[in-house]
């Protein structure tokens, strides 16, 4: 799908699933899918420099309106050139619409017909956010991709609460695609589709969104609490009602199996804070599963924390060092887990590519799994039915 | 001075004052002097990498004895291939004895004529350092130059406490001295230079010391809560009974205005955590005084920290940027304040040595001091008569 500004291609598709390889053009640069997106809440991904990410392989950083809208606010970050030029980094952006955030704050927050009202967690200060005011503050933030107001049901919630969020996020939806037309043409607006838990509203909110003009689609509501099958579930009911040639973006997800199993229930695009905020707790990926670096069986080692990894951390540092770091608590020490989580994950989305281009997507996925989080084989046959998915579009 | 590892010479004295420009060649690189050396005190320079602190100009930086004994040990850094390996800094390193952080442990050290046995800050474990031991744990540590176990005495202390500190700190030189002979020739010991804030002692010491084979001598026991006069006068009485040829550095010490005052009295070498800790809690060096980049005016500044500053900060980044960072506590800002700081410290010294070399050291003093600290004439004259060295040696 394309404007001038966004264009989304596939490369290639798996025979055996819905994965599949695409290319999407910004103004701030190309993007290869599938993607991982490094979260960077106040317009800094927590630690980690610029240059480092870009080192790490990253190609795209996501940054969240609701923080950056409070402090220092959209405005000054206007007056500074936008987002880009404010935190020093030249790649796409994607930024999301607050919603989510909102809907987190419980109490402080009410919403109407008309938007979402709260009170700022910093000073309590009143804000009013509508479908009309994101669209003016992302506008300000200047990022490549941004995000509609939407409403995220909780979980569990009511069938009818899952409707009625689902219906509002709809004709919050076309409020915003038509205050759009009034500002950047360079900014490119995805849908969100939610519907919740229940397969026909998520079959319902895709035909609902893909029909309206959005180049790319961001699937919200999910990774809030429930278990992964039921994740992956949901995603089997919502991707065969997406239109084929739309970007997917599985909004908050996820860890390295969120990455693995996502690609083949169809969708191009992730972004989480859980690599970066793990990492930051002494977790750290491998592929043979996540390891506690502070535990003592690193104290001595003289390898890397992975052995082979083309990190900066593991290419420059013994196990044993990023060990001491952790333990003592060093701000290097969240410098380098993160770099090497960062670096994971960015492989991980490489590595996948290549596999959904070679044609091997789900020999990879299967192995990838069976060493990341091992089980039993007759577990594994279980769970293959759920990350299999039937080609249904 | 000179060994086979360890060579002192001076380029450049300046004829109006006891600077001095010189460059000291260590197994692991060439130091030009005056130099500044930041602390890594837990085999880190905080929330810095070895590649950013080269790029800031660092030529040697300082590690903890006391600190690394404890976590992780120095035998398991030695297990590693030293300090150097471990840490991921192949430029000259400088260990301290432990001996001020031990003395700074008040009721949980007690000092006998063997050494001083003490409790653990971390897990309360016994330990003895000797001047023995400590030569065994620097040794296993790998640094270019070392230092004995000494005694600094507390500010203020009787006559008689500190020159019972002094002898004391006198004859664990020579044991340590001894017990080197059986250790890494590579290795440089430097003596350390007692005599708390008693003028006859100061020289008595510096006398005793230069008199011993140590190619480089330390001046401790200042910056300990004394006025900075205090310490001005105390270098006055110390540096005349310094042997010209040998490197000479002032322990602890100090800030940008130490740096350059110091150097008129005769330093060489100069550590301190104050330019990276001041940085972590908002204190950024500027040609015009230290700055809190906290403060509400930075908010909408568009420039950098400081105009025309080649740090990877300034160069990056805009003063609104690094002040939301800091407002925000995001970790990036500690590295982006911290890396500023380094570099401020390090381009004064590369300052300073020009300066010496073109004989033009008093004026660079007096402007950077009348810029940095804005004083009356007045004060300045009088401020003058302590800075100035009658050249005595």
Redesign the interface.
């Known amino acids: 799908m394309s404007s001038a500004y966004f264009l989304f291609t596939i490369d290639a598709e798996c025979p055996h699933s819905w994965a599949r390889a695409g290319t999407i053009q910004t103004p701030h640069g190309t993007i290869c899918t599938p993607i991982f997106m490094p979260v960077g809440t ?3 991904v ?4 610029p240059e480092e990410l870009r080192a790490a392989g990253v190609q795209i950083i996501l940054a969240n309106t609701y923080h950056l809208m409070l ?2 606010g959209s405005e ?1 970050i206007a ?2 050139g936008g987002l880009h030029s ?3 980094w030249d790649g796409p952006i994607l930024t999301d619409s607050g919603g989510f955030q909102v809907f987190s704050l419980g109490h402080l927050r009410k919403l109407s017909e008309e938007g979402a009202a709260f009170k700022s967690h910093l000073d309590g200060s009143a804000h009013l956010l509508t479908p009309e005011s994101v669209m003016h503050i992302e506008a300000e933030l200047g990022a490549d991709i941004i995000l509609p107001l939407d409403i995220c049901a909780a979980y569990p919630c009511s069938p009818s609460e899952a409707k009625e969020a689902m219906e509002r996020t709809h004709r919050w939806a076309e409020r915003a695609l038509e205050t759009k037309k009034c500002y950047r043409p360079e900014q490119t607006l995805f849908g969100i589709v939610q519907g919740a838990f229940e397969p026909e509203l998520r079959e319902q909110s895709a035909n609902f969104m893909g029909n309206l003009p959005f180049p790319g689609l961001s699937i919200g509501g999910l990774s809030v609490g429930e278990p992964k099958q039921m994740m992956w579930d949901i995603l089997h009911y919502t991707t065969p009602a997406l239109p084929r040639n739309k970007a997917r973006h599985l909004l908050g997800v996820g860890s390295p199996e969120d990455l693995v199993i996502g690609v083949g229930l169809g969708m191009d695009m992730f972004d989480c804070a859980l690599p970066t905020r793990v990492a930051r707790h002494g977790g750290l990926f491998t592929p043979d599963g996540r390891v506690n670096i502070k535990s003592a069986r690193f ?2 080692e ?1 390898g890397p924390v992975q052995e082979g990894c083309d990190c900066y951390t593991c290419q ?3 196990a ?2 990023v060990h ?2 952790a ?2 608590e ?3 020490y ?2 380098l887990g993160s770099m090497h989580n960062i670096r994971f994950m960015l492989r991980l989305a490489s590595q996948l590519r290549e596999a959904i281009i070679a044609g091997s997507y789900p020999a990879f996925r299967d192995e990838f799994m069976a060493r990341y989080i091992p089980a039993s084989e007759a577990v594994r046959e279980v769970q293959r039915e759920k990350w299999q998915a039937t080609r249904r579009n």
Do not use: G, I
């Open positions: 106040q317009a800094t927590k630690s980690v420099s402090r220092p000054l007056s500074l404010f935190m020093h104290r001595t003289r420059n540092y013994s044993a060092y001491h770091l333990r003592t060093e701000q290097l969240y410098r």
